[in-house]
C-alpha cells in the first residue's frame, strides 16, 4: 500500500536517514510517498496541519517531540497507536521513558518516536585554533577565553546561523551547561517566575551577552552554514544540536582529529531530550490504516533505528541497540543518556507558543546590543510568567 | 546673396506669393546624436536597466559555473568554465528528501494547476467586472468594495477559513478546490480591471445590443468580448504570473504527487547540503521563471496597449 | 378598457405621467407626450436638458421612477427593450466594431433566431434602401462617418419596426454630411412611413425634418407643435431664444399709450405694436419683452412702410447667402439679416424697419408670450 | 385616464436576473470568503484558540498581549517605513521611467521587457539572488573592497539598522516594471494638445509633468496604488526569502507576525488577533476612500 | 538681406516651400503663404488634409522636412514654440484640469518668472475682454463649453503675442453656442488687431470671420481669397462644391451654340449663358459643368426675367428664415432656396428660374473655372 509521509528532512544527512526509513518500510511489501517539505518545520507545519484538519491528510508525518500535535489529537484526528505499542512494547524499549510520555494522551500512544536530539553540544574547529595558535578548549569557559586569539587570527570566533531558533537553543543550552538541571527544570518545568527572574538566571543572561559579543560577524542563516564555517576552520565553534554531526560526517571529518564536541558545553554533562516522532492521521481506507500500524512497528523496529540514526547523527530512542559503528561524539551521547544524565526538552515542556516569544527575545537579543541583558531578563521572566 | 535674389524675383502663382528660400535656418532643424537630451535619456535608462539587469546577469553567470568556481566568492565574475551542469541538475536531478529528479516533476503539474486556474479566474472575474460596469444593480457596488479592501487581506490569514469551506465542499485537495483558491484570490484585482475597461468601452454600444435583443451572455460573449482582446492579455498575464509562481496555496491545497514547480523550487533552494548549490539554485530559478518571461516576450506589446486601452481610467 | 382604445387609433407612443430620477436628480418629472402614428417628432432642447433619458426611457433602457409607456397601445413600461418593437441609432453609431457591416445589420436578427433566407431578405432590403450593399463586407473602421450612420439606421431598419428612435444621430458629422443625411432621413421617413422620435440640439435639423417638435428645458416640454408655429409663435421666451440662427433680438421694455395706440417703449424709443397679434389683453405699463427675428429687421432698401429707426453698423457677418449685420439701435445690439450680395462696411448708418406683425412680446415676469 | 390601468411592475429581483446570477460568484466570494473570513477571523481573536479554532472566549487578552510585544510594534514601524518608501519609490521610479519611455526612444520594446522581467520571477527567487548581490562577503560591497576600497561598507542585509531598506532595494527591482507599464500606458492617454498648449506656453518639460500630467493621471495612480498597496501590506515571502525576519527581529512584518504567530506558535488567537489590527487598519483607510471611489457618484 | 525686408512691410507670417512628411506620407508639398499683419485668416478645408499640421508646423510643434517659416520677419523654422510670439487656441481646449481659471491663464507667465502685478493685470485685462471675471476661481470641470473655450482664449490672450493660431476652437460645441463665440472672436479680432490663423472644417465660421479664406485639399492650397470671391466665383468644382449649405447644384453637361449664342445644354435642356462672366473663352463642344447655388435658383414669384423652366416640389425643408426646396427638374435633382414663409406642398409643380450671373461654369476634366 502507498503510504504518503510527510517531513522536513531535505538536507544531506537528513535526506540519507529518510532514505533508511523509506528502504525498511518498502521492505516490507509497502510504498513509503515521500512528501519532503523544505525550510523547516515552520514552513512545513503549516502544510501538514492545514491538510489534516481539511480533511485530505497524509498518511504519517513528522512532528517535532512534544506538544506540537496534541491538538489534534485532542480533536480526534490522528490515529491511536496503543495496540502497536502495546505488541512492541514500545513502553519498555523507548528510553528515555519521557519521550512516550509525550506521545501519550490520555492513557493512549499517539505517536512514534523515531530519534532523540540533544541541543547541548559545542562543536570546535580544531584547524581554526591550530590557526589561532592556542590549544582546542575542553570547556565554554576555555573557550572564551580562547576567543581573542581567534579573532585576531581574523577568524570567527562562535558560528550561529540567524534564525531565531538557533539563538533560542543556545541560550537553553547556556541554561543547562551553566545554570545545571535545578535551574533549568525549575524555569521550563514550574515556570518559576521568580527563578527566572533571579541572580542564577542572571549569569546565564551575562553568558549570552558574552556569546552575543563572540557571534558578532557571521553572516549566514542556516543553521548548516554556520556549521559549516566550523567545518572549514573559518570559525572556531558552534553551539547546536547533534544534527550538526551529520554534516561533519558528510564532509568526510573525524571527531577528534579535525573537530572536537563538548556535550554540555564541557560543564554540565546533562543532555535534553528531545527528537522527532511520526503522527499517523485518522484514515478511512481501512488497508491504509494497517499500513500505518506497519510504518509505525518498522519506525521503532531496533534495525531501522540503527540504520535511520547513523545517518542522521542522533540516538535512537531504544537502549537495546548496538551502536558500534557510531562514532566518538555520538557515543558520548549515547553515554550521557544511558547514565540518565538527561532532561525533557523544552519542546515538550513548554507550548510552541512560548517557545515562539522565546525566540523572539532571543533572536532580537542575540542580533545585537540593542537590547542589555538586564532587560532581556526583565523580559523572560514575563514571558515564563505567562508560559503554559 | 545673389542667388537668393535671384530666385526671389521668380515670383509666381497665385496671390504673388514669393517663392524660393531666405538664408537661415531651413527645413528639419538639425540634431546631434550625442545632445545633452539624449545622453540624459539614454544614459538614465541605461543606468536604470543595468540595475534591473545586475541579479539577472549573476544569475546567468552562476549558473553556468562549478561549484569550486562559485566557491571563490566573486559572484560578478564571467564564468572561466561554462558548464550546464547546474541546469541539468536542477531540471532533472536535484533532490528533494527522496525523489531526485529536479524540477521536471513539478513542470507538468504546474501547467495542470495554471491552465484551468488562469481560466477560471479570468472567466469568473471579466463576467463579474461586466456585470458590475453594465449591469448595475443594487448593492453591486458595496460587494465590488469588499472585494478590493478583499485585496489587502494577507493570504496566510484567510487560510483557515478556506480550508473550513472547501473541506465542507469536500473539495479539499482536489484540482478543484486549488482552482477555486486561485479564482478567489485572483478575483479582486481582476474584477477592478475588468469593471474599469468594460466601463470605458461606449455604453451605446450596450444600449444598441439590448435593443438588437441580446441579452446578458450574448453581449458578453458577442459583442464585449471579441473587443477586449488587450485586458485580457494583461489579464492573463498577471495570472500567469501570480498562479504560476505560487507556492503556498500550491503546497497546502494539493498532494506530493500533484506539487507544482514552485514546491520543487523551494525545495531546491531551501535544502541546504553542505554549502548551498548557488549555481543548481540560479539554474532552478531560471527554468521556474522561464514560462512567465516567454508570456510577457510574447505578449510585451499588448500587454501596454491592454492598459492604454483603458484598463486603467478610473 | 376604453381608454387603451381611444389611444390605439391616433397614439403610436403614449408617455403618462412618466418621471425619472437619478438618485436625488429629478431629471424628468410628470412628462406626458402623445405620438401620432407616423408622426417625425423632434425633441429639442440644450444639453442635458433629459431628452436622451427620455428616450432611453422609451427604449426600456432605462426604468422610470414613476408612469407608464405605452407603444402601439400596449403598455410596455416593464418590457425588455427588445420586445417594444422599436428600433434606435445612437449619436455615436454604436457599431459592433468587431463585425462586419453585413453582421451588425444582421445581429439582432440572428439573436432572435430567424431563418437565414428570412436575415438575409431583410439584410438585402436595408441595404438597398440605404444604398451601402458594396460595404457589407467591410468593417466598422473602414467606413466614413456618413456611412457608418447610414449602418447604425440600417441595423434599426432590420428590425421591422413601429417606431424608430435617434439620439442625436447626425451630431458627430460635419456640415456638409450632416446636411445631406438630413435629406437623407426625410426621404426615409416618407417612403417608410413609421413614427420617428428624432432626438436633437440642433434646431436647423429640427425645423427642416419634424412635423412636431417638442421643446425641452430642465426635464419638461414647454411647447409642443409644428415647426412653423414653434418658429413664429413661440410660447414663451425661451423658445424664442432657443429656435433660430442667429438668436431672436429682445429688447426689453413696457408697454405704455401713445395716441390711443398701445406701443412698446423702451429707453426712450417706441415702436407701434401695429400689425402685431395679441393673445391676451396689451395692458400699459406691463412690463415686457420685445422679440423680433434678425430677418424680420429690415434693413434700407427692404423697409416696406411702417416706422423707420436709425442705427450702425457694429460687424458685418457675411455667410455666403446671407449676410449678417450687427446693428448698434437706440442703446441696444441687434443683429439683422439681408441677402448675401448687399454688404456694409463696418460704422456704416442705416436705417431699420422692425417687421411687428412677426414679432414676439413676452411678458417680462412669466416670459409667456402676451 | 390612462392612469386607471394597472402598472403591473414586476418584481424587481427578476429583472437582469442572468447578471444576477453571473453575480453570484463574485457576490459569493465577497460575502463568504472575505467578509465572512474577516468576521470569522474577528471573532476567533478574541478566543485564546491554540493549533485548532476554539471557541474559549477572553475577551481582549490577546490584544493586549500583541500591543505589549516589541516584535509587533517592530513589525509595525518596519511595515510603515518599507510601505511609505516603497509608495513612494514605486510611483517616483514607475512613473520617471515611464516618462523616459514616452519620449519616442528607440528600443523601447527592450527596455520595456527588461523592467518588466523581475515581475516573472517569484519572490522567493528574488530573495535568494538579492541574499546574493547584497552578501557583504561576495556580493557587491565584496566587489568593491576588492577593488581596493577597504572601508566601503554595504551590507544591508546584516545591519538591523537598514536591514529594511535591502528588502526594499529587492521589492523595488521586482514591483517597479508593473508600475512603470501602467504609467506608460496613462501617458499615452493624455490628450496631445496639452502637451502642445504647454510647449506653446514655453512651460519646460518638467513643470509639465509634475504640474499638469500628474494630476491628470488620478486613474491610473488609483488602480497602480490599490496594487502596489495590497502588495505591502501583504508583504511576506520577500522577507522570508531575504531575512527571514532578521537580523534579529529588525525586519519582521505584521503579515509574518501573523503567519509565524498561527502557524509556529500555534498560536491562533493572537495571529487573527495581529490580522484582525491589520485590517482594521487598512478598513480605516480604504473604506471612506472607496466609498467616494467606487461607491457614492455614478458614472454618467 | 532685401527679401526679408519686402516680407516684413506687409506679411506677417510667411511660409516658403513648406514640405513635410510623416514617414512615406507626404502630407504638405512645397506649401508657399502670407499672410498680412493683422489679417484674419481660415484655413479651411475636410477633415484629414492637413490643416492642422500646417497650423502646428506655424507653432513650432512640428519640424517641417523643408522650408521655411517667417514670423514677423524673423527666420523662426528652428525656434521654441515659446519663442515665436504665438498664442494657440486647441479644438479640445486643452486646459490644465487641476488648475483654477486663473492657475490656468497664467502658468505660463509664472514659469516665464514675470513679476506678480504685471501678471495680475494681463489676467485682468484678458478676464476682462472675455468677461470670465466671475469664473476666475473656478476649474475648467465646472465650466460650461462656451466657457472653457473662452479661458483657452484667455491663455493665448496673456500672452501679449503678435500671432494667433485657433484650431478648430468651436468644434466641439452646439450651433447656438458656437453662433454666439463666432462673434466674439470677430470683435476680439477687431479691437486687438492681431494677425489670426484659424483652422475649421464649417465653412460658416470660415466666411463670416474670414479676411481671406484659404481652402485646402490633400495638403495643397486650392484658392486664396477673400470670402466673397471664394463664395462667388470659386476656382474650381471642389471649391464650388465645399462652400455653400447646402452645397451649390451641378450640372454635367456641355457647351454648343444655339442662335449663335454659346449655350449650356443637358439631357436635351439647354441654358442660356446670358450674364456669365466667363475667364476663358466659350468653345461649343467643350464638356463642362454648370454650378449654380440654391439661392441663385429662383421659384415662380422670385423670377425676374430670363429663361423660365418646369420642376416638381420632392422635399421641403422649412428651416425658419429659409426654405429648401429639393427639385426635380429636367431628370436633374436641384435645391433651391426660398423665403421661409413660402410653403410648397411635396409633388407642386414650380417654375424655375436660373441666375446666370451668378453661376459657375467648370471644365468637366479639369474641373477648373472657365
Ligand atoms: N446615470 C446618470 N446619473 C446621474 N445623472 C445623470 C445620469 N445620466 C444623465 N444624468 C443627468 O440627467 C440630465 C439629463 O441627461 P440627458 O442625457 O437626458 O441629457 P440630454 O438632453 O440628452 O443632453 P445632451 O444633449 O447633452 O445629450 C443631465 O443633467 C445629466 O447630468
Ligand atoms: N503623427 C502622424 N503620423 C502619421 N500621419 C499623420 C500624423 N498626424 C497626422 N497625420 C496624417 O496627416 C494628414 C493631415 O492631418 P491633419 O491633422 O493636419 O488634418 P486636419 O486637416 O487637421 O484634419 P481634421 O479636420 O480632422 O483635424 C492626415 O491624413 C493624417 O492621417
Ligand atoms: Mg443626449
Ligand atoms: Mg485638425
Redesign the interface.
Known sequence: TDL?V??W????GE?AA??EL?KAFDATGNK????????????A???M???I????P?AATQFNHGR?????VQ?GLMRDLTAVAEKGKWKEVIKPVSLLDSCTIDGKIYCAPVNIHSWQWLWLSNEAFQKAGVPVPTNWNEFVAAAPALQKAGLQALALG???WQANGLFDTLVIAIGGKELYEKVYKDKDEEAAAGPEMAKIFAAADQARQLAKGS?V??W??AT?LVLTGKAGGQIMGDWAQG?FQ??GKKAGTDYTCLPGLGLNQVLATGGDAFYFPLLDDEEKSKAQDILAETIVDPKTQVAFNLKKGSVPIRGDVDLAAANDCMKKGIEIISKGNVVTSTDQLV???T???KE?LM??????T?ITPEQAQE?FAEIIGSAD | MADVSTLNTTVAGIDAVSRGLASGPSGRKPKRVLSRRNIVLYGTLTVAALYYLLPLYVMVVTSLKGMPEVRLGNIFAPPMEITFEPWVKAWAQA?????CDGLSRGFWNSVRILVPSVVVSIAVASVSGYALANWRFKGAELFFSILIIGAFIPYQVM??PI??V??EL?I??TLTGLVIVHTIFGMPILTLLFRNYFASLPVELFKAARIDGAGFWQIYFRIMLPMSLPIFVVAMILQVTGIWNDFLFG???T???TYPMT?QL???????????EYNVNMAATLLTGAVPLIVYFVSGRLFVRGIAAGAVKG | MHDTVSIKKQNSVSIRDLSLSFGSVKVLENLNLDIRDGEFLVLLGSSGCGKSTLLNCIAGLLEPTEGQIFIKDKNVTWEEPKDRGIGMVFQSYALYPQMTVEKNLSFGLRVAGLPKDEIAKRVSRAAGILQIEPLLKRKPAELSGGQRQRVAIGRALVRDVDVFLFDEPLSNLDAKLRSELRVEIKRLHQSLKNTMIYVTHDQIEALTLADRIAIMKNGVIQQLDDPTTIYNRPRNRFVAGFIGSPSMNFLKGELSEEGGRVVFKTDGTSFSLDGYEASKPLTPGRKVILGVRPEHIKVDGDIQGGEVHDAVVEIEEPMGADNLLWLKHAGHAVTARIGGARRYAVGTKVRVGFDMSMASLFDAETEERI | MAKTVPSGRPNHLLRNLNSKIASIPMILIAVVIFLGGTLWTVVYSFTNS???PRFNFVGLDQYERLWA???WMISIQNLAVYGILSLIFSLVIGFVLAALMDQKIRFENTFRTIFLYPFALSFIVTGLVW?WVL???FGIQGIVRSLGWESFAF?PL?N?DIVIYGILIAALWQGTGLVMCLMLAGLRGIDEDIWKAARVDGIPMWRTYIFVVIPMMRPVFITTLVLIASGIVKVYDLVVAQ????????SEVPAKYV?????????LG?GFAASTMMLLTIAIIIIPWAYLEFGGRKRG
Open positions: 504518503e510527510t517531513h528532512w531535505t538536507s544531506g535526506a529518510v532514505a523509506a513509503w510517498v515521500d512528501g519532503a517539505i523544505a525550510g523547516s518545520g515552520s514552513t507545519r503549516p502544510i496541519i492545514s491538510r484538519t481539511g480533511g485530505d497524509m506540537q500535535a496534541e491538538e489534534l480533536a540567524g534564525q531565531p553572516n542563516q542556516d548548516n552554514q559549516n554534516e558528510i564532509a507550548s510552541a507558543d517557545q515562539k516569544q523572539d533572536s532580537e537579543f542575540f542580533a545585537g540593542s523580559r | 533532490c528533494t528528501g527522496l525523489n487560510i483557515y480550508v473550513i472547501l473541506r469536500g479539499y485537495g503546497v497546502v491545497f498532494r506530493p504527487d514546491v523551494n525545495n531546491i533552494v531551501n535544502s541546504v547540503q553542505g554549502v548551498k | 491554540r493549533l485548532l510585544s516589541s516584535r541574499q552578501n557583504p562577503e551590507d546584516y538591523p531575512t527571514s525576519g532578521g537580523p534579529g527581529n529588525a503567519y509565524d504567530y498561527m502557524f509556529q506558535a500555534q498560536n493572537q
